[in-house]
């Protein structure tokens, strides 16, 4: 390299050790900031206010509330401790009519999963199933 060609090398060199960090910097700042959508709701509904049954096992407690004057029902699952599956659904089964898929679990919170459809909750039980094992690992009667 001739002694103009490692002047000019030098110059460039300085100039992209200044530059550079700038742009970075620029950069950095110019990340616009994650804002919240106000029209976004959780999916997960508030609890009604009134509890007609609770029920316990070893990891979950379940409570049937309903709301008073619109006869709505809910099913909230409390999860005491986490559940050992990977993923587990909750159906519901009442007598001999077919399971209905409330939804499914997932890390060590509160869970809520409205009733629309059902009138009467004699007989039935609340089922965790396992879809990866194909087991149900926990039934509890309500």
């Known amino acids: 390299m001739t002694p103009?060609?490692?002047k000019y090398h030098m110059?460039?060199?300085?100039?992209?050790?200044?530059?550079?960090?700038?742009f970075f910097v620029a950069t950095i700042i110019a990340i616009p900031k994650p804002q919240s959508d106000p029209q976004f709701r959780s999916f997960q509904s508030e609890?009604?206010?009134t509890v007609l049954f609770t029920a316990h096992?070893?990891?979950?407690?379940i409570k049937l509330r309903t709301d008073g004057p619109a006869q709505a029902k809910q099913i909230e699952v409390i999860l005491i401790k986490s559940v050992s599956v990977p993923e587990a659904l909750v159906y519901l089964s009442c007598g001999q009519?077919?399971?209905i898929l409330l939804g499914k679990l997932s890390s060590k919170e509160t869970h809520r999963f409205p009733?629309?459809?059902?009138?009467?909750?004699d007989n039935c039980e609340i089922?965790?199933?396992?879809?990866?094992?194909?087991?149900v690992f926990d039934k509890i009667s309500l």
């Open 4 to 6: 103009a060609l490692r």
């Open 11 to 22: 110059t460039i060199w300085f100039a992209l050790a200044l530059i550079l960090p700038s």
């Open 47 to 49: 609890a009604l206010s």
């Open 57 to 61: 096992s070893d990891q979950f407690i």
């Open 97 to 99: 009519s077919e399971k």
């Open 115 to 121: 009733l629309d459809t059902l009138k009467s909750f």
């Open 127 to 135: 089922e965790f199933f396992d879809p990866f094992n194909n087991i």
